[in-house]
């Protein structure tokens, strides 16, 4: 396997197996997933098959939140160390199937961008006066929000037979589910991991949502836990020319040149050559069109303002290797 930028094809679309299991999880997690990690996923699936990494080795998934990844890569047989800057709740119908803890140090960035952009707890729903009339007075009709979340947050869990399943699942006598480790620190800032003591990080779509000019030193902070020979794959946000910020998503997007600069790729492989074809292919893909959550389309703050299927950006994948 040789380092490299590519740009995510939306023919990775065509690989149904992989596009099942997705969908799989994240019917059973019920969170809301980004527009692009479909292309995201099964990019970063496709090369920890291609390294043939053995079921047990420990992966760091940088920036996971309350993503699906995570689960999927313990569910495969990984131990995975969840790290986010962020503080967060384990999700109860995750911690009945997999076995999960957290570590105690806290290494933290109080200036960090997007601190008060993010917020992984669940709001408790409560009945008030200011809620009540907030909710009246939304522009779609107030039944179809109840209804709405008393199927997705109320019955859901419930009805969804494969969560019964993967809780039978968690007691069976040698499952060979891996362990999910939650830890608490900036990408800059990596002092509580011991050099050359990870297999394999990936990261999706988090790395843009740092100070650009810190972005260079995490990247060295994640090599520097990395094992040798180990490998980085990486999703962000694909610019054509110069880097710009996306104030919704309060993300950057990377040009090729700024890519290979912060991943220190002066011999790797590249395809923005296709940047123009690939963003065509990428705005007529009814494909992920079809599966944009519905979390978009009640806000401004994301990548797709309201659910208005526009990309302004491309995922991205960069493999980088520590030799």
Known sequence: ??????????????????????EYWAGIVNFPMGWHYWLDFIWILNHLEQINLAPGSWIMDAGAGNGILQYILAAKGYNVISLDFAEREF????KRIFKMNKQEYII???????R????????????????????VSHPVRPAKNIVKYFIYDILAPFINLNIWKEF???????KNYGKIVYARADFTNLNGFKDDSFDCIVSVSALEHNNHEEIGRAVDEFLRILKKPGYMFFTASAAKDK????????GWCFCEESL????????GLSNFVN????????????????????YYFGTADCGLPYGIYKPKYQPVGIVKIKR
């Open 1 to 22: 396997m040789q380092e490299k930028i590519e740009i995510l094809d939306t023919d990775l679309m065509k690989q149904k197996d992989k596009l099942r299991l997705i």
């Open 108 to 114: 933290d960035n109080p200036g960090h961008m997007y």
């Open 260 to 267: 290979k600069k912060i991943f220190n790729l002066n011999e």
């Open 168 to 174: 039978l699942k968690a007691g069976m006598i040698g």
């Open 275 to 294: 940047y123009e074809e690939l963003l065509k292919k990428l705005e007529n893909s009814k494909e992920i069109k079809n599966r944009i959550s519905r």
């Open 91 to 94: 999700l109860p119908i995750a």
């Open 243 to 250: 880097d710009w910020y996306f104030q919704p998503a309060r």
């Open 116 to 135: 008060n952009f993010i917020n992984y707890k669940k709001k408790r729903f409560v009945l008030n006066r200011n809620k009540i009339l907030k909710t």
